[in-house]
């Protein structure tokens, strides 16, 4: 049984990841058409309740380093939209943490993949950011700019959670460090 210290130092240590790997890749990470890598981290969740704190605060930290360096062209929206939406898919993805796709690999052991955790971040995503960006780019809402927005967030997201997302899992699960690193 982990400590509330590791618990704590745990989602510390993935804000820290998330934040820093948003800042640096910053081009891809706070434009209207956006890849944020550190978006892989949202299916740690399903792993630690520590977890969704974890995402929540390295989200938070990112959108203001962004608003604050003048790259997150959201502003102060996104700060606290973005990070909302990210506390929610987190949740969201803990709770479906056990619904998973099953297969037989050819080495005769069964594997599985947290594929249902990985919606709730591409789905609140694509319609909270894009809905924050339809806002900035046209003054208000229009239909036809919120969901051009919603499906280019939702394609980032796509690509970091159900593409790098599964394989941070994979690789996990695969290696034994989802048990040694997290409490379930």
């Not at 990070?83 to 056990?98: D, V």
Request: overall charge positive.
């Amino acid at each position: 049984m982990k400590t509330k210290t590791y618990s704590l130092a745990s989602a510390g240590l993935i804000a820290a990841l998330y934040t820093a790997l948003t800042v640096a890749l910053g081009p891809l990470s706070y434009l209207a058409v956006q890849v944020r890598i550190s978006e892989a981290l949202t299916l740690l969740p399903i792993y630690s309740p520590a977890a969704v704190w974890g995402v929540t605060l390295g989200c938070l930290l990112s959108n203001l380093i962004g608003v604050l360096m003048g790259t997150n062209i959201l502003g102060v929206f996104d700060v606290l939209f973005g990070t909302a939406a990210t506390l929610a898919a987190a949740l969201c993805s803990r709770a479906l943490r056990n619904v998973r796709i099953r297969w037989h690999a050819q080495e005769g052991a069964d594997r599985s993949l947290p594929l249902a955790s990985a919606i709730p971040p591409v789905i609140l995503n694509a319609a909270v950011v894009g809905l924050e960006l339809c806002y900035v780019m046209s003054g208000g809402f229009q239909w036809k700019i919120f969901l051009i927005q919603a499906a280019w967030v939702g394609l980032g997201e796509l690509i970091s959670c159900l593409g790098l997302g599964m394989i941070l899992c994979w690789a996990l699960e695969r290696t034994g460090l989802d048990q040694k690193l997290f409490n379930h």
